[in-house]
Nanobody, 120 residues
Framework: QVQLAESGGGLVQPGGSLRLSCAAS????????MGWYRQAPGKQRELVAV??????TYGDPVKGRFTISRDNAKNATYLQMNSLEPEETAVYYC???????????????WGQGTQVTVAS
């Protein structure tokens, strides 16, 4: 029904920047929220950033360095990541709360993830 596709991951040196993209496709009535989570091997998935109608929330480790944005016309979200550190190496997942049918509850969707590796 709905798919989220991430792109933009890759290898970057410490202190460098990357911009991740995520686009939702399928039957979409309304996107309530879009955001990014990340998960390193053996660790819990954690919030990176999420944007809703009420505003934007960032995980503490990325505040001041990462910026999330939305393009509603494209059903897309972007994550600008600056001053990257090796500890931020992880698979980054796009997440969205999407209403796919009126009268029904919105659902949570996840992308397949894109690898971000911060290393020299």
């Amino acid at each position: 029904q709905v798919q989220l596709a991430e792109s933009g991951g890759g290898l970057v040196q410490p202190g460098g920047s990357l911009r991740l993209s995520c686009a939702a496709s399928g039957i979409i009535v309304k996107i309530n929220a879009m955001g990014w989570y990340r998960q390193a091997p053996g660790k819990q998935r954690e919030l990176v950033a999420v944007t809703t109608l009420g505003g934007t929330t960032y995980g503490d480790p990325v505040k001041g360095r990462f910026t999330i944005s939305r393009d509603n016309a494209k059903n897309a979200t972007y994550l600008q990541m600056n001053s990257l550190e090796p500890e931020e190496t992880a698979v980054y997942y796009c997440n969205a709360d999407i209403l796919t049918a009126r009268g029904m509850r919105s659902k949570d969707f996840w992308g397949q993830g894109t690898q971000v590796t911060v290393a020299s």
